[in-house]
């Protein structure tokens, strides 16, 4: 029987999520004057709280005001921080371990990699002084859709995802206690990758349409010589469907052309796996990983007015490119440990975005991109120019934005609607970082709000103002310590008047609506 005698005591138990035991070890935990005692089973400790599942429900108690007793109580002397993640294989593959090596070359570990059976492996880090380990990564390398059910079953502490969680992962992750995994402390974009369109290098075909693109892999396009190849019909390779950059290429690619995939293309489970049939096939077509395209050609996006869009980093950090794919971290509300604490917070120092791009993915550190180095977009602007785009808004656009450069933290909303896209989300909160520690000090930033060319230009100018304030004011919201006394943050708005993309096409219109941030 758990009895309490004076619950005051117990002022920093909190409750948490329900859970299924990972420990699974009964456990008798006693105030130091021995006057209250609380028993029940660990389900885990991080080095510093207790998480104990009691007839009260779970709670978590703080190690340093109590003993512990029983046959599941930790070594407090000799802690080994465990962490369990799963999902994404290209991420647990790549890009993790090679931020878990920069985090322990910056922190005095050694990293050592065991492999498993299977897709499972551990990194070890070891103290360097003490010659002893502090902590296990352990990895589950897999998909999307597996990662998120191992964190349901609480068979996982951390998600590797490239997509975001699904609405009826959040609402049993909810119901499951896990909190809500919208919020701000619940996720985060690691990286950046994108899909991009891949053939052979014998392919004479350099460039494809969205549009195109979507009724190949649908079966309405079967030959090459629809989009300007030889006689040869065209064979599809996609990543395996439970992966979640393929259900992203089906939000991004297949959705907004309301089509479905065809039965008749080929599946890979590794990236790499697609990247090798694609380059050996000349009439092979694929859709694969930014950071995994290896010996293939990329096609350029094109559409019917004559703008082109490439994917390259800088397209890909700025949203220009529309096939974008931010590489996901999710975790519930408990606590990690602190070397896993440690671990989330250097992922976004400026040495992590290094070790980032130095995997082959696109990191978030902003970028000042100069007017002279942004390819066609002011010959864009002038190409769209009319009877509602003047040369009066042309050069008001030019000269403000002329002595200015632009940052490559952009922000696009999701479709439908006036909620950011998560990649935004995620600059929202990364340039108020940079707010909070100074790095914009006595400079302007412009909030400049663009988009469509849907309806009268007036309007789509009033739209894209009120685009631009909203993005202003959350940015402000998540600046909690910045002193915004010492930067000036502007608003303008130029409307329609510099398309990124063709706007007869629904993924060209979203392209088009944006906000981006321009300093001096």
């Known amino acids: 029987m758990i009895t309490i005698i004076r619950a005051a005591v117990f002022a920093a138990l909190f409750l948490c999520s329900a859970a299924q035991t990972i420990w699974a070890q009964d456990i008798a935990l006693s105030s130091r004057d021995g006057k209250i005692e609380l028993s029940g089973t660990l389900l885990g400790f991080d080095g510093e709280f207790y998480r104990v599942e009691t007839e009260y429900g779970e709670l978590t108690i703080d190690s340093t005001g109590v003993q512990c007793e029983g046959p599941g109580c930790p070594n407090l002397d000799h802690f080994i921080a465990e962490l369990q993640l799963s999902g994404s294989a290209t991420m647990g593959e790549i890009l993790m371990p090679a931020l878990i090596d920069g985090f322990a070359q910056r922190n005095g570990y050694q990293a050592t990699r065991e492999d498993e059976e299977g897709n499972r492996f551990t990194y070890r880090l070891v103290d360097e002084k003490s010659d002893q380990t502090v902590a296990l990564f352990m990895f589950r390398a897999s998909n999307s859709d597996e990662g998120f059910a191992d964190l349901l079953a609480d068979e996982a502490d951390i998600v590797m995802s490239l997509r975001e969680m699904r609405t009826e992962e959040r609402v049993r992750a909810r119901e499951a206690g896990m909190g809500d995994m919208t919020g701000l402390n619940r996720s985060r974009v690691l990286s950046l990758d994108a899909a991009v369109p891949v053939v052979s290098a014998s392919n004479p075909v350099k460039q494809i349409s969205p549009l195109m693109l979507a009724r190949a892999f649908a079966g309405k396009v079967t030959n090459w010589q629809a989009l300007g190849g030889p006689d040869a019909p065209i064979d599809l390779h996609l990543p395996d469907d439970s992966s979640g950059l393929a259900q992203a290429i089906s939000d991004q690619v297949m959705r907004p052309a309301t089509l479905t995939f065809t039965d008749t293309i080929t599946r890979h489970a590794r990236p790499a796996d697609l990247a090798e049939a694609v380059a050996k096939d000349s009439f092979a077509l694929g859709i694969t990983s930014y950071a995994e395209q290896r010996d293939t050609e990329v096609l350029t996006l094109s559409g019917s007015c004559g703008f082109a869009l490439d994917a390259s980093r800088r397209t890909i950090k700025t949203e220009d490119y529309p096939l974008t794919a931010p590489m996901f971290l999710y975790f519930p509300a408990r606590r990690l440990p602190q070397v896993a604490r440690e671990f989330l917070a250097f992922t976004r120092s400026p040495a992590a975005q290094i070790v980032i791009r130095r995997a082959g993915f696109v990191d978030q550190a902003p970028e000042e991109i100069p007017i002279e180095e942004q390819g066609n977009r002011f010959t864009n602007a002038i190409a769209v120019a009319g009877p509602e785009i003047t040369l009066d808004e042309l050069q008001r656009m030019n000269a403000t934005l002329k002595p200015m450069a632009r940052l490559s933290t952009s922000f696009r909303f999701e479709a439908g609607s006036v909620r950011l896209d998560a990649q935004s989300r995620s600059n929202v909160q990364q340039l108020a970082r940079a707010l909070e520690v100074g790095q914009y000090d006595a400079r302007r930033l412009l909030f400049a709000g663009f988009s469509d060319g849907q309806g009268a230009s007036f309007a789509n100018r009033d739209i894209a103002l009120r685009r631009a304030e909203a993005v202003r004011q959350a940015v402000i919201a ?42 001096r």
């Open 478 to 519: 998540a600046a909690v310590t910045a002193n915004l006394e010492r930067v000036t943050l502007d608003l303008d708005a130029f409307g329609e008047a510099m398309p990124m993309a063709c706007d007869d096409t629904a993924w060209g219109r979203q392209a088009n609506r944006r906000v981006e941030v321009w300093v």
